[in-house]
């Protein structure tokens, strides 16, 4: 039973340029969540996919976009990257069911570093 | 200030010992979630309360949640080696099932 899996895992850029980072759910999850965490910090909210369509925001520019696909595999997007933009990018995933919450699985994120 | 307060921030114990790591929010919590990461990688999940009073254990980690405090304390008996590396937890606060507010993390270092 494969995990959360994400690509690459590390990745370098310069700043001004673009990155896209992969992520494969959990089997049988649907729902996607992008979160940014930078050194000694706890993860931070980036994003939540489901059926295909941006569910929840967090507080983070339109630099930072994504996509979900039919298969539920999902793309995060950051435009003109920034030193800032430096950190390990973490993707989890849950199922969404009515009515009962369920924890969200990670996978072993993305190191993304900015020159 | 954060949402999400960890204390403490980091935690050296010797084998053997007992922990508690506690986590206070700021506001109502309509769950609340423990992980384990080692240093750059992802979040193990532990545990997952969502009822005041509740108290879930595995191995020899235990996590409670008291509703009207805002807070939960994970404890952990015995402590081994395998135990390091930093504890997270995460909250459920506006009830939607989807972002999670993450604490800063505890720190801990198992001495043999």
């Known amino acids: 039973d494969a995990g959360v899996t994400q690509s690459p895992t590390h990745l370098i850029k310069t700043r001004g340029q673009q990155v896209t980072l992969r992520c494969s759910p959990k089997s049988g999850h649907d729902t996607v969540s992008w979160y940014q965490q930078a050194l000694g910090q706890g993860p931070q909210f980036i994003f939540q996919?489901?059926?295909?369509?941006?569910?929840q925001r967090g507080n983070f520019p339109d630099r930072f976009s994504g996509h979900q696909f039919p298969n539920y595999s999902s793309e995060l997007n950051v435009n003109a990257l920034l030193l800032g933009d430096s950190a390990l990018y973490l993707c989890a995933s849950t199922i969404t069911l009515p009515g009962s919450n369920q924890p969200q699985h990670f996978g072993d994120g993305t190191r993304l570093s900015i020159l | 200030s954060q949402e999400l307060e960890q204390s403490p921030q980091s935690l050296i114990v010797q084998e053997g010992k007992n922990l508690t790591i506690n986590c206070t929010s700021s506001?109502?919590?309509?769950?609340l979630y423990w992980y384990k990461q080692k240093y750059g990688e992802g979040l193990i999940f532990l545990m997952m309360l969502q009822k005041g009073g509740e108290e879930k254990s595995h191995e020899k980690i235990t996590a409670k949640l008291d509703e009207k405090k805002q807070q939960s304390s994970l404890h952990i008996t015995a402590s081994q080696p395998s135990h390091a590396g930093i504890y997270l937890c995460g909250a459920d606060m506006n009830n939607q099932g989807g972002k999670l507010i993450f604490g800063q993390g505890t720190e801990l270092s198992v001495k043999p």
């Open positions: 506001k109502t919590l309509y769950g």
């Open positions: 996919y489901y059926e295909e369509e941006e569910r």
